[in-house]
């Protein structure tokens, strides 16, 4: 028992890296320090208590269902936890049942990322990554419209902007750098660009290429909202950049092997997510439903399909079956 507890809370720090694709406490340490920072900055505690909720009770559970301890140790049990425990709180209004709703939405998130891990990634090498969290999330939040007790927050259609009506506005530097480092807190759904500086500082901490990937990701996104006059509200809240960043980061830095065809590849993964994004969020926000990280899911599950079929040196038996290389 005197070694289960650091084990745990390591398993439970290894999931909240985990969110950006890393195996490492102390990023988890920093990615929570992150999402505290905000909390404190807008004086509303509910995201980080949701996030703690989410990522301890979505441990527990496989602990207690799954049989795959090291899976748990690493974390991947858990980043789809705490995604539904910070998403759920930033759409729903906190009340005693949102807290229940919210440790069995992490509970589920198991058993979902269980179901693709046996299905999606076994029968075809693809991750499952944060579909559970987006399958919950839309799930969860459409039925909380239907129950008494839980109150959704306000969440509009897309309307026309100055963007959309032909202006030609460009954020001033300052601006930029803001929008920067919100496409990465957006992530965790965070307003705060210091929240993405520093969620970015424990992605470097874990890996130096996943870190560029993630800067490249988020230059990638800003660029194209700008080009394609994507509502400048939305560009500057960081909501164009947050999916951007993940694909660029899981196309270009861990699933793939690094060379010029890989960089050339989640380039255009990236530029496609920054599209799929205005498609869902006009698609989905006049029903009151965001479209949470489904952009960058939709182009990993799109993107890592045909792997194998651009990868010239595939070895059978080793990890390299699941690499694309030059």
Not at 110 to 130: D, F, N, Q, Y
Not at 247 to 265: D, E, H, K, N, S
Not at 295 to 323: I, N, Q
Request: proline residues 4%.
């Amino acid at each position: 028992m005197h070694n289960a507890r650091p084990g745990f809370v390591r398993a439970c720090l290894n999931g909240t890296s985990q969110v950006f694709f890393m195996e490492n406490a102390w990023t988890g340490v920093l990615f929570f320090i992150a999402i505290g920072y905000s909390s404190y900055g807008t004086g509303a505690w509910a995201t980080t208590i949701g996030a703690l909720i989410g990522v301890v009770v979505a441990t527990l559970t496989a602990i207690a269902l799954i049989d795959d301890g090291d899976s748990i140790s690493a974390g991947l049990y858990g980043f789809n936890g705490i995604l539904v425990g910070a998403a759920l709180p930033t759409l729903i209004e906190p009340s005693s049942l949102l807290w229940f709703y919210i440790a069995f939405g992490a509970a589920a998130s198991t058993v979902v990322t269980a179901a693709l891990s046996a299905t999606l990634t076994k029968s075809w090498g693809i991750p499952g990554s944060t579909g559970p969290f987006v399958l919950l999330g839309w799930l969860m939040v459409a039925g909380a419209y239907s129950f008494g007790g839980l109150q959704v927050s306000s969440l509009g259609p897309v309307l026309a902007t100055d963007y959309l009506q032909g202006a030609s506005i460009i954020p001033s530097i300052t601006e930029l750098i803001e929008i920067f480092f919100r496409n990465i807190a957006q992530v965790f759904l965070l307003g705060s660009a210091v929240s993405g500086a520093i969620i970015l500082l424990g992605i470097f901490i874990a890996s130096v290429r996943a870190g560029i990937a993630a800067c490249l990701g988020s230059i990638i996104a800003i660029v194209a909202a700008i080009v394609l006059r994507a509502d400048p509200a939305s560009v500057s809240q960081g909501l164009y950049g947050f999916s951007a960043v993940l694909t660029a980061m899981a196309v270009g830095a861990v699933f793939l092997a690094p060379g010029w065809r890989v960089a050339a590849y989640a380039g255009l993964a990236t530029i496609l997510t920054v599209v799929i994004q205005g498609a869902l969020d006009a698609i989905m926000l006049p029903d009151g439903l965001p479209s949470f990280t489904m952009p960058y899911v939709a182009v990993l599950y799109l993107f890592m399909a045909p792997k194998k079929l651009m990868s010239p040196h595939g070895h059978v038996g080793t990890s390299s079956d699941h690499l694309l290389s030059d």
